[in-house]
């Protein structure tokens, strides 16, 4: 399957329907990076009038996740994929239109390159940063995955 923005969108509303409902949109992805939007609305707030983290979250992790997905699918082999640890930080209140950009393509293509050739496991390190129409970082979200050949 190629990953484009279109065919992930569609996935998320049958297979992550929490992230589809509350906004979360793909609008790129390469073998480098990858860009997901989401907009302040009624049902991804919090009691503080602005963008619940759980959402951020959410955006974030998908930024990353698509890449490993993406790079999976490419090698043709079986591989797992798991979040094993995450750490988010929040700068500004989240309202308006955030934009979550993971630039970490190459540390993907990298780890399952290296879990393909020797069947070893490997941890793969990826940041997500949210930022605002302002161009103003309001998070900033780190993801560990483990990746490993399916027995």
């Not at 939007?37 to 998908?62: D, H, I």
Request: net charge positive.
């Amino acid at each position: 399957m190629k990953f484009t923005p279109r065919k992930i969108n569609i996935f998320l509303l049958f297979k992550l329907p929490a992230a589809y409902f509350t906004g979360i949109r793909v609008t790129s992805i390469s073998k480098a990076q990858s860009e997901v939007k989401v907009k302040f609305r009624w049902v991804n707030q919090n009691p503080f009038k602005s963008m619940f983290w759980a959402v951020q979250g959410m955006a974030s992790e998908l930024t990353t996740g698509i890449l490993v997905m993406q790079q999976i699918a490419e090698s043709g082999k079986k591989v797992s994929m798991l979040v094993t640890r995450q750490k988010g930080e929040f700068y500004k209140k989240a309202i308006g239109k955030i934009t979550f950009k993971c630039l970490d393509g190459k540390k993907v293509s990298e780890a399952i390159q290296k879990t393909v050739s020797n069947g070893e496991g490997q941890v793969i390190h990826l940041i997500s940063e949210g930022y605002n129409e302002q161009n103003e970082k309001v998070s900033s979200f780190e993801f560990e995955w483990s990746v490993r050949l399916k027995k």
